[in-house]
């Protein structure tokens, strides 16, 4: 009789735990979906601030709830750990493009250098153990995306040195930068999962795309800079 409770006990604790996985999954899904479209919509409406600050927020809060259930999905439910550097980076780089606004130049607070020190000893880890699980993983994939986290991190820690004239003429460069990765993180995890038959192809074209679309708004960002100070130079030049 205890036995059979005992096994009771245990189908039942499975159900549960499939159950809690099944609901977390629905979550995890819906947000990202609604962050992908949200990101678009806040891109799109870039020159409308109201909207775009507005659909930022969302994004933001839709980005939350995929890093959550995310990282919930990988260390609780023991699923996909590849996802974990793909989660690692979008939101890294979601919250470090909030803060790049936020601090509009300034120098770094003590939660700008302690949070990348701990998405690189986590993505560090996540490296060794990797390595030495000997499971099959796309070395182009994988270090590629460790590659990106890297260096954003590393240039956030190197902003307590930079001038100040430096970090405020890079502010809108690096919101741009930091918010299109996240978008095009979450894109390329959206896509590796729902086509894994075309991997490595599905995680990181999605990338590329956000890299091209990075150096288009950057190259749109020079320009309106260029001719802001036209501007600036004409309104002081003489008159006849």
């Given at each position: 009789m205890?036995?059979?409770?005992t096994?009771?006990?245990?189908?039942?604790?499975?159900?549960?735990m499939?159950?809690?996985h099944?609901?977390?999954?629905?979550?995890?899904?819906?947000a990202?979906?609604?962050?992908?479209?949200?990101?678009?919509?806040?891109?799109?409406?870039?020159?409308?601030?109201r909207?775009?600050?507005?659909?930022?927020?969302?994004f933001?809060?839709?980005?939350?709830?995929?890093?959550?259930?995310?990282?919930?999905g990988?260390?609780?439910?023991?699923?996909?750990?590849?996802?974990?550097?793909?989660?690692?980076?979008s939101?890294?780089?979601?919250?470090?493009?909030i803060?790049?606004?936020?601090?509009k130049?300034?120098?770094?607070?003590?939660?700008?250098?302690?949070?990348?020190?701990?998405?690189i000893a986590?993505?560090?880890?996540?490296?060794?153990?990797l390595?030495?699980?000997?499971?099959?993983?796309?070395?182009?994939?994988?270090y590629?995306?460790?590659?990106?986290?890297?260096?954003?991190?590393?240039?956030?820690?190197?902003?307590?040195?930079?001038?100040?004239?430096?970090?405020?003429?890079?502010?809108?460069?690096e919101?741009?930068?930091?918010?299109?990765?996240?978008?095009?993180?979450?894109?390329?995890?959206?896509?590796?999962?729902?086509?894994?038959?075309?991997?490595?192809?599905?995680?990181?074209?999605?990338?590329?795309?956000?890299?091209?679309?990075i150096?288009a708004?950057?190259?749109?960002?020079?320009?309106?800079?260029?001719?802001?100070?036209?501007?600036?130079?004409s309104?002081?030049?003489p008159?006849?």
């Amino acid at each position: 009789m205890p036995l059979k409770i005992t096994c009771f006990v245990e189908i039942e604790r499975t159900n549960s735990m499939q159950l809690l996985h099944q609901t977390n999954i629905f979550i995890h899904i819906i947000a990202g979906s609604l962050a992908l479209c949200l990101g678009l919509m806040t891109a799109i409406f870039y020159k409308k601030k109201r909207w775009h600050v507005k659909f930022g927020w969302w994004f933001v809060w839709m980005m939350s709830l995929v890093v959550v259930t995310g990282l919930t999905g990988i260390f609780v439910f023991n699923r996909n750990s590849f996802l974990l550097v793909i989660t690692l980076l979008s939101g890294y780089n979601c919250f470090s493009g909030i803060r790049a606004v936020r601090l509009k130049g300034n120098k770094p607070r003590l939660i700008d250098l302690m949070m990348p020190l701990a998405i690189i000893a986590v993505g560090g880890r996540y490296l060794y153990s990797l390595q030495s699980s000997g499971l099959y993983w796309s070395p182009v994939v994988v270090y590629s995306t460790l590659g990106a986290l890297l260096l954003v991190t590393a240039y956030d820690l190197s902003k307590n040195w930079q001038s100040n004239i430096a970090r405020k003429k890079a502010v809108y460069y690096e919101h741009a930068y930091k918010m299109i990765s996240a978008l095009s993180g979450l894109a390329s995890a959206f896509a590796g999962t729902v086509f894994p038959q075309y991997h490595p192809y599905s995680q990181f074209l999605p990338s590329v795309l956000g890299l091209c679309w990075i150096l288009a708004i950057f190259i749109r960002l020079n320009n309106d800079s260029k001719l802001q100070r036209k501007q600036v130079v004409s309104s002081y030049a003489p008159i006849g």
